[in-house]
């Protein structure tokens, strides 16, 4: 009979807000950081490319149930569009492809064409990305020098604004949903503008609940490990439902939470009647992540292990 190796390394629950660092991919950031807190479990978020840098929320042991609710996320980026340029990738780790002149242009005629990209937009997935056709990334099929047909997908541009406008680079601010190509929009933007367009530096600075604010660098976490030990690092770990935002929380009587522990649902007084629920004990302690059934009771979906 075989056995189940238990994960060597240290229980440690949270989230982190690493803030990554350009030239290393999001795995790349997880394995370091992981190392460092000697964590038996860690996954992150959401793919950072290697030229982005920017907010990357890391789940340690019991949070990487809550990652899925980070992955569903609305995000916030500030980028830098470089016209006239396009290259393969659509960012600026591609080869130049088309060289173009950029048109004269002020604040309002960008303006013009940036209303076209807010609200539900559609958007076909660039070759260099994570998606899989038939089991296989699309950006090995890239490297190959081999390019499929992608199904155009809806995204949301909730926000997109110009922030500053220098010769031919517009510094651009969005907020946008899930599964949103910024490199794709930069692309597309370009096109509209009659020039083109590269991404040529991409910032993150909001996932779903989380800001800039509290975010630590690699470097920073080293400096503390060394100085004064692995245990000083969690204190930068927040809470495991600090990623849930402002899901409504419901509090559970002893008897519901053993049903809910065997995976029932239950009836609650005065609980929402839609939607996503954060469940408590008694004491108010998160015990994991319910929904609102179409017949008004809360079913479990996601709960943790309170021993771990």
Known sequence: MARHRKPKGRKVNGILLLDKPVGISSNAALQEAKHLFKAAKAGHTGNLDPLASGLLPLCFGEATKMSAYLLDADKVYVGTCKLGVRTTSADAEGEVIEVREVPPLDEAKVETVLEQFRGEIEQIPPMHSALKQNGQPLYKL????????????????????????????????VHCSKGTYIRTLVEDIGEQLGCGAHLSQLRRTKVGPFTEEGMITLDDLHQQAQEQ????????????????????????TENSLFYVKQGQAVQVPQAPTSGWVRLCNSDGEFIGVGAVLD????????????DS
């Open 142 to 173: 890239a490297r190959q020098g081999i390019e499929v047909e992608r199904k155009p997908r809806k995204v949301s541009i909730y926000k997109l604004e110009l922030q500053e406008m220098s010769g031919d680079e517009l510094r651009l601010y």
């Open 295 to 306: 017949d008004g009771r809360i079913g479990p979906k996601r709960l943790i292990n309170s």
């Open 229 to 252: 030990g692995i245990e000083s690092l969690d204190r930068h770990l927040l809470p495991l439902d600090s990623a849930l935002g402002d899901y409504p929380e419901i509090k559970l």
